[in-house]
């Protein structure tokens, strides 16, 4: 298996409230949990972010999806989806689009990387409006991922600290625990952090958690398998699970168009409710 192409498989301030929630913050800070073996650089965790920030998958894409919802109680639901992805000067930029009948925004588009954001459009909605840090934990689709789980800004986030090398799954992974900037911890003041885990030979996202008051994980998202196909690889399964209800959802990959050049008006958030339909365009081959 190429590291390279595996690598790429990884498939984002309110001055007056920055004191308070500042020293909010700080008296629940989680505390590192650096590896008992090895040493830990902090020097080299920060140039292996900084690769593992690059990575990505060659060209535009398309993919179709499922988004199983499974309750702990209750009956299961499932909802397809099509995702385009690209990538631009500030990072990963994707577009998700929810077939009119599913319930809240029809379409999202995510901007990752140092600057990020995100723009939504509800189904009924004639302009995309801008996603606010509350709202990045709003359940999309009558499931438990939210934009914040789309954006996964954690892996872009300063405040960062290299915890080195541990067993994930039976495979050595860097782990890593990065703290929220004080708008998301003004919004989020439950969230903590984020430790999350890169496989040690492919670089490859392998699982993140997102931790509470306490520096418990409240939610952990773990990528489960992975799909060669046209010449690239990428991740075919995510579980997103929820400790305190015990709910999960299973994102799915089920078809993919990659290598492609799509039109950059696609990504354009002032085009979002009028970005062309590209359904019939882009053909996409579902997995057998």
């Not at 190429?2 to 989680?30: D, E, H, I, K, M």
């Not at 639901?77 to 385009?84: K, N, P, Q």
């Not at 500030?90 to 009119?100: A, D, N, Q």
């Not at 909605?125 to 996964?152: I, N, R, Y």
Request: hydrophobic share 45%; glycine share 6%; proline share 8%.
């Amino acid at each position: 298996m190429n590291a390279r192409r595996l690598g790429r498989c990884t498939v984002f301030a309110l001055a007056f409230f920055v004191p308070v929630f500042a020293a909010a913050q700080s008296r629940v800070r989680p505390e590192p949990r650096y590896a008992f073996t090895g040493k830990v650089d902090q020097q080299e965790g920060r140039r292996l972010l900084a690769d593992f920030r690059r990575l990505g998958l060659t060209g535009d894409y398309a993919l179709d999806f499922t988004l199983r919802a499974m309750p702990r109680r209750g009956e299961e639901r499932t909802v397809a989806g099509r995702m385009y992805g690209t990538r631009n000067d500030i990072g990963p930029m994707t577009l998700v689009e929810f077939p009119p009948d599913t319930p809240g925004a029809r379409r999202i588009l995510v901007q990752n990387g140092p600057q990020s954001a995100v723009w939504t459009v509800p189904v009924d909605g004639a302009a995309a409006a801008v996603v606010g840090p509350e709202q990045l934990f709003t359940p999309l689709a009558g499931t438990d991922l939210t934009a914040f789980d789309l954006q996964m800004p954690f892996l872009f986030w300063e405040d960062c600290v290299f915890e080195g090398v541990v067993s994930v799954r039976g495979r050595p992974a860097h782990r890593f625990l990065a703290y929220p900037p004080p708008e998301v911890a003004a919004a989020r003041p439950t969230l903590t952090g984020v430790r999350f885990y890169l496989d040690t030979q492919f670089l490859a996202l392998v699982q993140a958690e997102e931790l509470g008051p306490d520096a418990t994980t409240v939610k952990t998202i773990s990528v489960l398998d992975l799909k060669r196909t046209q010449d690239q690889w990428i991740v075919r399964s995510i579980d997103l699970r929820d400790e305190a209800t015990r709910n999960k959802t299973r994102f799915h990959i089920v078809g993919a168009a990659l290598n492609l050049q799509l039109p950059r008006v696609v990504f354009s958030p002032d085009h979002l409710p009028v970005s062309p339909e590209l359904g019939a365009e882009v053909q996409v081959a579902p997995f057998r």
